[in-house]
Structures are given as structure tokens and as C-alpha cells.
């Protein structure tokens, strides 16, 4: 934050201990993030087929880069320093239940997403769990290969939402049509993920405003195509779904 200049967000991942997660919330709260986000759409795990399949093509010496050992190496995240690693094997946890969001409001009392909401069902209950606000995503659709977008289950969501809190969008978002549907679907605000990433492994800090600055630009170009003039006039009836 200080050299960001103002507040930032603080990601949880559970882990297999849940208490490492109300650790990280805890000093997230005391160094004032402007908000906490719980990561609930890896419960299940994952299977990374493509990166095991490359991992086989790779003759590198993984140790000069990776700790090797069973489980999660989470001495290479930054977010871990100073939190008990002893049991720690997954970034996440398959035994969460919707009482861990209230023993995360006892750590903090930042503002509290939950990100991986992907029903309406799951929705209506964070609103009376009383999350200020959620994020909807399927992790990249990475989890497993049959997840529905996140585009496709977002009019139900902010339906049950009924503007109760923000309703967040990830997953997908590579061009600004991408950011236009979402908003013109109900969504509060578009989350970007790889796009920045790409920019910043092609050119650096360049690459990645680059990055952004592309999605802005055509995000206003899609805007006057569509004949908007403000973020607040795009609505749904400047979609047309396909047969």
C-alpha cells in the first residue's frame, strides 16, 4: 500500500488450516487493506492437465526454483511470511462450511467479499451472511472442464442480489465488449486476471498498462458503437443473445 500509494485488497486462500486464512485476514485488517476477499471456488481442488502434461517436456532442474517436497510450496508466497507453515499442503480446503465467513468477520472488520459465487442460491446466502459484497467466478473455469461461464450465470445472480451488495465479475474478461456485456448484465464492476499477466511477462510495467489501456479503449469504442455516452447507461437492452 505504501507504494501503491492508497488501499488494497487482501486475497485469502483457506489453505488446509483455515486458521493460516483468518491469520492472513487478521494482519490484512491491522494494515489497513481496504478490503478482505475469501476464495471459495477451489473447494474441490483441481486437475491441472495441461501443466502436467508440459511438466514432462521441461528438462530444467525444478529444484533451483521450487522447494521440493510434498504438497503446496508456500514459502514462495509472500502473502505466507511470518504465518505458521507447519501442515500446510493445499491452498485450499474441501471442509469450508458458511460459518467460516463468520469467524472471518471476527478477525476483521474490512469490507468482505466472497469470491466464486456461481449460483443464486449461494448468492441469497451470502447477502444474509452479511458479505458486503461477492465476486462471481469459476477460478478461469480452471477447477474442471464443464464449469458454465461466468457471464451465463450472472442476470441470476444479480437477480437474487435484488442491489443488496456489489456483484463482481471474473473469468474470461479479455476485450472491452467482455467488460460491456458484463456490465450491461448487472454487474457492479469487471475483475481482470491473465490479460495483465500476459502484459507484464511481453513488456514489464508497460506491458501490463498497455494491457489495460487496450480493454479501456475498446470498451469506449464498443460504448459509442452502441450509442452510450456513461458506464450508468449500459443496460441489457443493447444485448442480443444468439439462437
Not at 117 to 125: F, G, K, L, N
Not at 128 to 137: A, C, Q, T, W
Not at 175 to 188: E, H, I, N, P, S
Request: net charge positive; hydrophobic share 40%; glycine share 12%.
Amino acid at each position: 500500500m505504501k507504494e501503491h500509494g492508497g488501499e488494497v485488497w487482501q486475497q485469502i486462500y483457506t489453505t488446509n488450516r483455515p486458521d493460516a486464512g483468518l491469520a492472513i485476514a487478521k494482519r490484512a485488517d491491522a494494515a489497513g487493506a481496504g478490503a478482505v476477499v475469501l476464495t471459495t471456488d477451489l473447494a474441490g481442488g483441481m486437475r491441472r492437465e495441461t501443466q502436467s502434461l508440459g511438466a514432462r517436456a521441461d528438462t530444467r532442474d525444478c529444484s533451483s526454483c521450487h522447494r521440493q517436497g510434498g504438497g503446496y510450496d508456500f514459502s514462495r508466497k509472500k502473502m505466507f511470511d511470518g504465518i505458521d507453515q507447519q501442515g500446510l499442503l493445499s491452498p485450499t480446503s474441501s471442509s469450508l462450511t458458511w460459518d467460516y465467513v463468520g469467524r472471518m468477520r471476527d478477525v476483521t472488520k474490512k469490507k468482505l467479499l466472497i469470491k466464486g459465487i456461481m449460483t443464486a442460491e449461494d448468492a441469497v446466502i451470502a447477502v444474509k451472511r452479511g458479505v458486503d459484497g461477492i465476486i462471481v467466478s469459476n477460478h478461469g473455469g480452471r477447477a474442471e472442464e464443464s464449469l458454465v461461464g461466468t457471464l451465463d450465470v450472472l442476470p441470476e445472480i444479480v437477480a437474487a442480489v435484488n442491489r443488496k451488495i456489489p456483484v463482481l465479475i471474473d473469468g474470461g474478461i479479455r476485450r472491452g465488449t467482455d467488460v460491456f456485456k458484463a456490465l450491461a448484465l448487472g454487474a457492479t464492476a469487471v475483475c481482470i486476471g491473465r490479460p495483465y499477466c500476459w502484459g507484464l511477462g511481453a513488456f514489464g510495467e508497460d506491458g501490463v498498462a498497455a494491457a489495460l489501456r487496450m480493454i479501456d479503449d475498446e470498451l469506449a469504442s464498443t460504448m459509442r458503437q452502441a450509442g452510450v455516452t456513461s458506464v450508468a447507461g449500459i443496460t441489457k437492452a443493447s444485448l442480443m443473445k444468439r439462437a
